[in-house]
Structures are given as structure tokens and as C-alpha cells.
T-cell receptor
Framework: KNEVEQSPQNLTAQEGEFITINCSYS?????LHWLQQHPGGGIVSLFM???GKKKHGRLIATINIQEKHSSLHITASHPRDSAVYIC??????????????FGKGTKLSVKP | DTAVSQTPKYLVTQMGNDKSIKCEQN?????MYWYKQDSKKFLKIMFS???????INETVPNRFSPKSPDKAHLNLHINSLELGDSAVYFC??????????FGPGTRLTVT
């Protein structure tokens, strides 16, 4: 079992739909990261959170520390949101707080 | 201006060769990282390095060595390349414990 599990692995949505991607982790963390990998391969950090909720535009990330669970929500989805979304646990692994343990990603495809 | 840059973007080479991938960040961050993304798109940490300490993932073969000439650069040297080294390598930087900024990736193909 991976230390960071994401669901679903693949997600197809119609434009305008509300999307939720889930992440569960079994390791201790100092922060939980959400990343977006574009079809061209580039990776962008969307959120880093250790408690509560963060919002940026149409994206919302939440975390429940007690349940070791985080969600990424996309409101009013758009085809340009099509990408792979990756959850990563950040913690003091091997001596560096920045080391990330990644989930396998959720491939999102938003149809017009 | 690009925050984290990597060169080259593509690298095709033969087994047994030695190669380097360069990474530079202009963000003034104190920590840099190297990640490997395999053919199944799974990312894994290889190294993290700040101006004090190198942290090595124990699963990384010692054919891989990071070298940091200064705080803004962390280059990746790979000796005796093997077919299994084919992957996309991403450099990243952060001012711990903040979010990380990723480079565009270097696609390495070993033939």
C-alpha cells in the first residue's frame, strides 16, 4: 500500500461540473501539497496546507489532519483544467522537511 | 524570467555514458531538490540539498551524484548510464518550509 493514495485515478467531467479529488496518507506530515502537471509535462505547485482550507480562484483544498485526508475541489470546471493532479505528503523524511512523498496522480479530463 | 530552469530539456545518450543535467534557480531559495518521474508518471524524491546538508534517498544508486557549485545551482551527474535511468528528471527549489517551484523537466532517454 502506498503511503499516499489518491482517488480516483482517472476522472472525466463535463465543463461546468464540480470536481473533487481525494488524497489519503498514512505518514506523519508537516504539510500536504497539491500539484498540477500539465499535458506538456510542467509541474506547478497549487497548494501547500497543514490545516483547514485554502482557496485560489476556482480551486479549493481542504485537509483533515485527524483523518489524514485531503481533498482538492474545482468549481465550474473548464477544459483548461485538464491535467494530472498530484497529492504529496511533505514531512521530515530523511532529515529534510521539504522531501515529498507523492501519490500516483489523478488524470482529469474536462470535456467542453 | 524563469524561476527554475533546467538544461538540457531532452537528452538522448547510450548506455555506459556519463552525463549531467544542470539546474538553476533565481528565487534565492535555500533548498533544492531532484525528482525522478518514471514511465508510469510516478514522482520520487532523489535528493534534497541546502547550503548545509545533502539528503540522499537511500534507494538512489551511487551512480547519481548532485553537485552544487553555489546556492543557486544543483546539477545532477549520472555515471555509467543504464536503460532504467530513462525518465524525466525534475529539479525544484523552495525556501523551506514553503511551496516548491519546479523546473520544466529533462527527458533522459538511454539507448
Amino acid at each position: 500500500k502506498n503511503e499516499v493514495e489518491q482517488s480516483p485515478q482517472n476522472l472525466t467531467a463535463q465543463e461546468g461540473e464540480f470536481i473533487t479529488i481525494n488524497c489519503s496518507y498514512s505518514v506523519g506530515i508537516s504539510a500536504l501539497h497539491w500539484l498540477q502537471q500539465h499535458p506538456g509535462g510542467g509541474i506547478v505547485s497549487l497548494f501547500m496546507l497543514s490545516s483547514g482550507k485554502k482557496k485560489h480562484g476556482r480551486l479549493i483544498a481542504t485537509i483533515n489532519i485527524q483523518e489524514k485526508h485531503s481533498s482538492l475541489h474545482i468549481t465550474a470546471s473548464h477544459p483548461r483544467d485538464s491535467a494530472v493532479y498530484i497529492c504529496a505528503a511533505g514531512g521530515d523524511y530523511g532529515g529534510s522537511q521539504g522531501n515529498l512523498i507523492f501519490g500516483k496522480g489523478t488524470k482529469l479530463s474536462v470535456k467542453p | 524570467d524563469t524561476a527554475v530552469s533546467q538544461t538540457p530539456k531532452y537528452l538522448v545518450t547510450q548506455m555506459g555514458n556519463d552525463k549531467s543535467i544542470k539546474c538553476e534557480q533565481n528565487l534565492g531559495h535555500d533548498t533544492m531538490y531532484w525528482y525522478k518521474q518514471d514511465s508510469k508518471k510516478f514522482l520520487k524524491i532523489m535528493f534534497s540539498y541546502n547550503n548545509k546538508e545533502l539528503i540522499i534517498n537511500e534507494t538512489v544508486p551511487n551512480r547519481f551524484s548532485p553537485k552544487s557549485p553555489d546556492k543557486a545551482h544543483l546539477n545532477l551527474h549520472i555515471n555509467s548510464l543504464e536503460l532504467g535511468d530513462s525518465a524525466v528528471y525534475f529539479c525544484a527549489s523552495s525556501q523551506e518550509p514553503t511551496r516548491q517551484y519546479f523546473g520544466p523537466g529533462t527527458r533522459l532517454t538511454v539507448t
